[in-house]
Every structure is written in structure tokens, then in C-alpha cells.
């Protein structure tokens, strides 16, 4: 029963990133667009723990990868996970389960802040040195075009998470749809 509560729960985090990928902003300048992806990140790492939002991230991962259009702009396939931008998809599994990790020690904003900027800067050096390899740009270059332009939005991101996600931790576990200790 858990076990089938927490699959729930990550599937539905994978579709709250899909939905929130669709909120893109191309740069004329980057091969990166804006998206609100990284919020749905922060919200599945903060509330589901490590392991079951690097499962959530990871099934989002993969069913763009066999082509459903869950990426930007209604968008999957593989090229896209080994594009200029396919780093920063595996960030999220990645920073998602650290964000987890910190998040399980404790609710407090200053954890949860933490964890989503070691997230965030687990998403930005997987999604530059990606973007780097592939489009054959100076690591200085793809950290101008794959990261600087999208530290103040993601910033505002991370605060709005970090209160919302204790917030919906806190009534999901006064619920009983997660557990009280380590998610």
C-alpha cells in the first residue's frame, strides 16, 4: 500500500514537471530556454524525499526519452536527452535526489534552501558541461548563455518552493500520504 502510494505520488510529480516544461521561453541568445521545470524539481525533492523524487524525475527522464512530449515545447525523443540541453534533464534526477537528502533532515526553510541550491547547482554544471560538449563552446561561454541568464528567475523559483513545498509536505504527511520520518 505504501509502496503503491509512493508510485503514485511520483507519477504524479512527473506529470507536475511535464505540465510545468511547457511554461518555455526561448532565448534568442541560448540553446537553453526558460522553463518551469526546475520549480517542479524543487517541489518533488522537497516533498517526496530522495528516493521517490529521483524515481519521479528519472520516469519524467525517460518518457521524454521514448518520445512523449513531455520536454519544452510539447517536445521528446532521445535527441533531445543527448542535445545541448539533455544535462540538465539528467540534473534533475540528480538534484532532486540531494534536495531530498537534505530535505529528510529536517523541514526548516534554511534546509529546504539549501538543498534546492545544491539542486540547482547540481542542474546548472550537468546542463553546462553538456551544452559545452555539444555545441563545442568554451566552458566560460556555456556558463554565459546555459546558466547567468537564468539565476534570478530560478532564484525566485527556489524561495517560492521552499515555503510552498514544507507547506504541502506538512498537510501530505497530516494526511497520512507520506510518512513522518524519511520519505
Known amino acids: ?24 521561453i526561448p532565448l534568442p541568445f541560448s540553446p537553453v530556454p526558460l522553463t ?13 524525499g530522495a528516493h521517490w523524487s529521483a524515481v519521479s524525475l528519472f520516469v519524467y527522464v525517460i518518457l521524454g526519452a521514448v518520445g512523449l512530449p513531455v520536454f519544452h515545447n510539447f517536445q521528446g525523443g532521445l ?12 540534473g534533475f534526477v540528480l538534484g532532486g535526489y540531494l534536495l531530498g537528502r537534505i530535505g529528510e533532515r529536517g523541514e526548516s526553510i534554511l534546509n529546504m534552501a539549501t538543498g534546492m541550491l545544491l539542486c540547482l547547482l547540481t542542474v546548472y554544471t550537468l546542463g553546462v558541461l553538456q551544452l559545452s560538449f555539444i555545441t563545442g563552446l568554451a566552458l566560460p561561454q556555456a556558463l554565459l548563455l546555459g546558466v547567468l541568464p537564468f539565476i534570478p528567475l530560478d532564484l525566485v523559483k527556489l524561495a517560492a518552493a521552499a515555503v510552498l513545498g514544507i507547506q504541502v509536505r506538512r498537510r501530505l504527511r497530516g494526511a497520512g500520504l507520506i510518512p513522518a520520518g524519511k520519505s
Open 1 to 24: 500500500m505504501k509502496s503503491t502510494r509512493n508510485l503514485i505520488l511520483s507519477g504524479l510529480f512527473a506529470a507536475v514537471v511535464a505540465l510545468l516544461a511547457q511554461l518555455s
Open 36 to 48: 518551469g521545470q526546475i520549480f517542479g524539481v524543487f517541489l518533488a525533492g522537497s516533498i517526496l
Open 79 to 90: 535527441h533531445i536527452i543527448l542535445g545541448p540541453t539533455g544535462g540538465y534533464l539528467w
